[in-house]
């Protein structure tokens, strides 16, 4: 393994013995690069009713300084809802013009084909992820551009499990999942990258619309993250609150038993690939 020290940052090259083999960057500053290249900010919806209004224009005003130096879109993407996230969505982008842009599936078809909608349809050099209920800040969008640009990354991580970030409102049993699922797959790279299935996340665009043509092996996040250390791109992240609103904490879980089983099966899955990564690895370093 090769360190490098350089600026604010330290990029690690993993080699040919890391489980990945890809490149990690483990800390960057976040002072942003002066660009006029487009920025998509993706954000998936699912029945998120009339709040979603507030999150929008939360996250619309958030996004003002990033404006100042970047086209920014606002893409949303409305996975099916029956209730009265449609409605809602048509009073937010009225007057809005080319700056916000709705994508509608008419069934719901799972946050998986979701983000790959919203990649598809993104015409920004970089692609953000966001929530629809603003776990994370608005303020996270400019700090993942940031750290994008100065790591040159093909992602930047919002990582609440990296020292420096945290959790809050997050029930129990859900966090002890969340946690559980990414301690083994950080360990495959060495804990050198903290999380891997959190959906806050910037991307270079052409980087990720080539990697979802992709067949999916296990949970989408953690396998985009797979796949981009595999083939040797950059991952950065960057130290994030994640912050369940009360509204969320209060409402009836939409995680089922049945769901959160599914989602431990596909947590394995990709498991699986950084391990036959790792395996080939070793292989070719014995050779």
Same mark, same amino acid.
């Given at each position: ?24 960057v ?12 487009? $920025?998509?900010?993706?954000?998936? #919806? ?8 507030? /999150?929008?224009?939360?996250l619309d ?12 879109e ?7 809802? /029956? ?9 937010? /982008? ?8 709705? $994508? ?14 919203? #990649?598809?349809? #993104?015409?920004?050099? *970089? ?12 303020? *996270?969008?400019?700090?993942?551009? +940031?750290?994008?640009? @100065?790591?040159? +990354?093909?992602a930047a ?10 959790? &809050?409102?997050v029930?129990?049993?859900r ?11 950080a360990a ?45 791109? /950059?991952?950065?992240? $960057? ?7 009360? &509204? ?9 038993a +049945?769901?959160l ?10 498991? &699986?690939?950084? $391990? +036959?990564?790792?395996?080939? #690895?070793?292989?070719? @370093?014995?050779?």
């Amino acid at each position: 393994m090769h360190t490098e020290v350089k600026g604010d940052f330290v990029r690690t090259d993993l080699g040919s013995s890391d489980p990945c083999g890809g490149t990690l960057v483990l800390s960057v500053s976040e002072e942003g690069l002066v660009s006029r290249s487009g $920025i998509s900010v993706v954000v998936p #919806a699912f029945n998120e009713g009339s709040a979603l209004g507030d /999150t929008l224009e939360a996250l619309d005003a958030g996004l003002a300084s990033l404006r100042s130096r970047y086209a920014v879109e606002l893409l949303v993407v409305d996975d099916g809802s /029956t209730d009265e996230t449609p409605h809602t969505l048509a009073r937010f /982008t009225a007057d809005r013009g080319e700056s916000v842009r709705t $994508i509608v599936h008419h069934a719901n078809r799972g946050l998986t084909e979701a983000m790959k909608s919203g #990649a598809r349809a #993104a015409r920004g050099r *970089i692609t953000v992820f966001m929530d629809a209920d603003l776990s994370y800040a608005p303020p *996270i969008v400019e700090r993942l551009v +940031a750290a994008l640009e @100065q790591g040159g +990354a093909a992602a930047a991580l919002a990582s609440p499990y990296m020292p420096g970030g945290r959790v &809050a409102n997050v029930p129990f049993d859900r966090l002890m999942a969340s946690r559980g699922a990414n301690l083994l797959l950080a360990a495959c790279v060495g804990f050198r990258l903290h999380t891997f299935t959190g959906m806050v996340r910037a991307y270079d665009s052409a980087v990720l619309a080539e990697i979802i043509e992709r067949p999916v092996r296990g949970e989408f996040n953690a396998w985009v993250v797979a796949e981009l250390l595999r083939t040797g791109r /950059t991952v950065v992240e $960057i130290p994030a609150a994640l912050v369940w609103p009360s &509204a969320r904490t209060q409402a009836p879980s939409r995680m089922s038993a +049945a769901k959160l089983r599914a989602r431990t099966r596909l947590v394995f899955q990709t498991l &699986a690939v950084l $391990i +036959a990564a790792r395996r080939k #690895a070793l292989l070719r @370093q014995a050779a």
